[in-house]
């Protein structure tokens, strides 16, 4: 073996060392593209999540105003979300029990804006130490039928989420 | 072989290489910088919509604060067709309705710091639309989000008042 034995090493060992770049860099860059994919996937699905919570809480019997129909405003009764304050404060109760299979880790405020203001706290999973929040508001009309007054108001759903 | 044809075939091999090698680096990034790309959030989607609807209809029901007796919408009509009605002594029914909007427009939006533009269409005070705010230079050049309309009818009068509102990218 000779000059051109030599020539040809240094070729074979050339091939080698670009398939082995390509392939660590083929590694690295599967790995960050199936991780970020994850994390979308997840992050995607703890939205959804509060989504689907937003899009409950204004249609709940307990909360609506009784005239509400399908295609009108979200409307909801101010009495009835008073009583349901009430009742969810205590997370020992069965109403929170109750609610905490609808509503999971989430905090709903509904707050009165126009004319008046006001916030009531109808569920909150008090779950503090987690990192992550996502809110949602929703515009709705406000109704006292004792004054006989409608009000313009959010409902303001929040989850927690770990991440 | 003639030495000098093999000499040829090797500076082909590494030519096609070269390319081979330069299509994938191209493919890596071009791959890299789609998955930057972050999609839109369905969570920013949904309020978004919710906001700019919901919003446009569900404030056309309030009672005003001046005169709790009426609503946006009658306060709307009112100032569409002759302006008659005066609340809170002297001012009239286009400034409170002005007002309020701005007020809870204020509450929802611009404490979020959301970019938006709400206009008036068909609703004249003073030679002009009465309702035009905008917000974080949102304008209607400015890259367009979700939208709301609301349509007030005013019957018997003849024609409709329509209210806008659009959101911002920013």
Redo the contacts between chains.
């Keep these: 073996m000779g000059h051109n034995g030599q020539i040809q090493l240094g070729?074979s060992t050339a091939?080698v060392i670009?398939i082995v770049i390509?392939l660590v860099?083929g590694i690295v860059?599967w790995n960050?593209?199936s991780n970020?994919g994850i994390m979308?996937i997840q992050s995607?699905s703890q939205?959804?999540s509060?989504?689907e919570t937003?899009n409950t809480v204004p249609e709940m019997p307990e909360l609506k105003c009784y005239e509400s129909k399908v295609d009108q405003?979200?409307c909801l009764d101010w009495y009835k979300i008073l009583a349901m304050s009430n009742a969810t404060n205590d997370t020992n109760s069965k109403a929170f029990e109750y609610y905490n299979y609808y509503f999971k880790n989430s905090k709903i405020t509904v707050m009165k804006?126009?004319?008046e203001e006001g916030n009531v706290t109808i569920y909150d999973a008090k779950l503090n130490n987690n990192k992550r929040t996502?809110?949602?508001?929703?515009?709705?009309?406000i109704r006292d039928y004792v004054t006989d007054?409608?009000?313009?108001g959010?409902i303001l759903v929040e989850g927690y989420y770990n991440g | 072989m003639h030495p000098k044809d093999k000499r040829r075939g090797?500076i082909e091999m590494f030519g096609l290489?070269f390319i081979i090698?330069l299509i994938?680096i191209g493919f890596?990034i071009f791959?890299?910088f789609k998955?930057q790309q972050k999609?839109v959030?369905?969570?920013k989607e949904?309020?978004n919509n919710?906001?700019a609807n919901?919003?446009v209809?569900?404030?056309?029901?309030?009672?005003?604060?001046e005169c709790?007796e009426f609503?946006v919408k009658d306060l709307i009509i009112d100032c569409a067709r002759d302006s008659r009605l005066n609340c809170g002594g002297s001012i009239n029914s286009c400034e409170i309705v002005n007002r309020?909007i701005y007020?809870?427009l204020n509450?929802?939006f611009m404490v979020?710091n959301m970019a938006f533009r709400m206009y008036s269409e068909h609703l004249y005070a003073s030679g002009r639309e009465l309702v035009n705010i905008t917000y974080l230079n949102c304008t209607a050049y400015s890259v367009q989000g979700q939208s709301g309309m609301a349509i007030i009818s005013l019957y018997p009068a003849p024609g409709n008042v329509y209210l806008n509102m659009n959101l911002c990218y920013q």
């Excluded at chain 1, 996502?134 to 009309?141: C, E, F, G």
């Excluded at chain 1, 007054?149 to 313009?152: V, W």
């Excluded at chain 2, 209809?57 to 604060?65: E, F, K």
Aim: proline share 9%; aromatic share 10%.
């Design positions: 070729e091939v670009i390509m860099l860059f960050k593209v970020s979308s995607q939205e959804l509060v989504i937003a405003v979200k804006i126009y004319p996502l809110r949602i508001p929703i515009p709705v009309n007054r409608t009000y313009y959010l | 090797q290489a090698v994938s890596f791959v890299s998955s999609p959030s369905p969570q949904f309020t919710k906001l919901d919003f209809l569900s404030m056309l029901d309030v009672n005003i604060a709790p609503s309020s007020i809870m509450k929802t979020r």
